[in-house]
């Protein structure tokens, strides 16, 4: 009877090849928890910051006009609102809801708005408390800290969601909390795909040790040109665990290079979006605001008073243009044109362009919106308009300035031209309504200040030192039930664009 030395070279060739899968499984696992990590903690910064964009935009004043209760929904600036978290909504494909929430005396997050669509079949009034807040997300509250979790469940399914509170700078109140939710099956999948490369070479490296052992000894008992054959298959067997080696090298190296110039661009885009929102932010809650309270509190503006204003406004340097447009109703046009020809002479009326391009008579309307004062300077002037240009011309225009339900507040439109010719600069128009002194239910007109979107970006980008040429940045035009548009139109080449733009764009991993 043969008897099995506990120690033959046979066992010991096993415990070895058993160690060696081990340590490398185990190497493997390491590496690719450290990928998912690095992943999910850039993927997690990255939503906070975009988040943050998101919550710049909204108007606080609006916040805290509204009740947190279901009388919200008949007030204008909920609806607009709840529109402007509607169209935010498309900025990330990833993105399942947009909320804005609320917490009250007792303690109860409730929410004041989401994202979904007036119509929806199951809806988060204003006023629902969420009684599944999580304590971070109390910690919010309490501390006024952004911040990130999840995945975690609630009654509408499993979440990674990010907050970012927003404070009344006057009393330093929170006034509400911006969140943003990704479905976690989404997440993990975002996430586990950074695993998919060290583990692939983990799979990889394990089964040439395996093929190793399997062919060991084989060589020594071949003959001729086989034994030869055996030995080159050995040599290759070497060099694959070499090149397996040097890729998780560079895969390492890479991804480390990778993740610092991520988090760099992401730091960049973001500074330079904040050029731009601090822009659109002064435009709205400073210079515009403060022109329209110039006409409210005016029982006449005069061409020369408007002039004088519009000049000190003209410092601004990101508006080509400001203007004053009363509006005029069919019935009063007569009465209107004459007044106008007091001052202005006989030649005034009210004109547009027609199809090819030339100044004709304006017809008939029920409401006229003519450009009555406009001041521009210096190279960002827009081309020269005469009074009385009627913006009712314009589809567009007309549907944004119908005084019928028009709210007070201030509303930007989407980007026009004045003569439908190719050779015409798209432009932007941010118009405030003018109520009537005496009778403040009546709309009196609007006045305006119009950008151009390139213009724009140059101006405020050369305005800052940190301009980089290298840096494309664009300007999209978010639409419900559309996909985004950029203005100016984008000037890279179509194999380094996005197919689908984002916020803050960044290089693929």
């Not at 605001?289 to 006409?295: K, N, T």
């Not at 061409?303 to 009363?326: C, D, K, M, Q, T």
């Not at 006989?346 to 006229?368: C, I, M, N, S, Y």
Request: aromatic share 10%; net charge neutral.
């Amino acid at each position: 009877m043969r008897l099995f030395h506990p120690w033959s070279p046979l066992r010991w060739t096993r415990l070895r090849l058993v160690a060696a899968l081990l340590a490398v499984l185990l190497l493997g696992l390491l590496a690719v928890r450290w990928a998912v990590r690095r992943h999910d903690h850039f993927l997690r910064e990255e939503l906070l910051r975009k988040t943050y964009i998101v919550a710049q935009a909204v108007p606080l004043d609006r916040v805290l006009s509204l009740k947190g209760d279901r009388s919200d929904e008949e007030r204008t600036e909920y609806r607009r609102l709840k529109t402007q978290l509607i169209t935010a909504a498309q900025i990330e494909p990833a993105w399942e809801w947009i909320y804005l929430m609320g917490r009250n005396a007792g303690g109860e997050v409730f929410f004041q708005m989401d994202s979904e669509a007036f119509d929806a079949e199951d809806p988060s009034p204003p006023g629902q408390v969420y009684p599944e807040a999580s304590p971070l997300l109390h910690r919010v509250f309490e501390t006024g800290a952004a911040a990130t979790e999840g995945p975690l469940p609630d009654r509408w399914g499993v979440w990674v969601s990010a907050f970012v509170p927003l404070k009344d700078a006057a009393s330093g109140r929170l006034v509400t909390v911006v969140g943003v939710d990704i479905e976690a099956g989404t997440w993990r999948l975002q996430t586990w795909r950074a695993g998919l490369v060290p583990g692939l070479l983990t799979l990889a490296l394990m089964a040439v040790l395996l093929a190793g052992y399997a062919l060991r000894g084989r060589p020594d008992k071949a003959s001729g040109k086989l034994k030869h054959r055996w030995r080159h298959l050995e040599a290759a067997l070497i060099a694959a665990i070499g090149l397996i080696l040097t890729l998780a090298g560079v895969w390492l190296a890479r991804g480390v290079e990778t993740t610092h110039s991520r988090e760099a661009f992401l730091a960049l885009g973001h500074m330079k979006a904040n050029h731009l929102l601090n822009a659109f932010q002064s435009i709205r809650n400073s210079e515009i605001e403060s022109f329209g309270r110039f006409f409210e509190n005016s029982d006449e503006v005069t061409h020369e008073e408007f002039r004088n204003y519009a000049r000190y406004l003209n410092r601004i340097p990101e508006v080509s243009a400001w203007g004053w447009i009363p509006v005029v109703e069919s019935g009063n046009r007569p009465a209107f044109v004459q007044r106008v020809r007091d001052w202005a002479g006989d030649g005034f009326d009210l004109w547009e362009f027609d199809r090819d391009g030339r100044r004709t008579q304006a017809p008939e309307r029920p409401f006229h919106y003519p450009l009555l004062f406009q001041e521009s300077s210096g190279p960002k002037a827009t081309p020269a308009l005469e009074p009385g240009f009627d913006l009712a011309a314009l589809p567009e225009l007309a549907r944004l300035l119908d005084p019928a339900g028009r709210p007070p507040l201030p509303f930007a439109s989407d980007p026009f031209v004045l003569t439908g010719r190719d050779a015409d600069v798209p432009r932007i128009g941010v118009f405030r309504p003018v109520r009537s002194r005496s009778v403040p239910d009546r709309l009196q007109g609007y006045v305006m200040a119009t950008l151009l979107p390139q213009t724009l970006l140059d101006t405020i980008l050369n305005a800052h030192l940190d301009r980089n040429p290298l840096i494309h940045m664009e300007l999209l035009e978010l639409q419900q039930d559309a996909p985004p548009s950029a203005w100016p139109p984008p000037s890279l080449p179509t194999h380094i664009r996005p197919a689908c733009p984002s916020l803050l764009r960044h290089p693929p991993p």
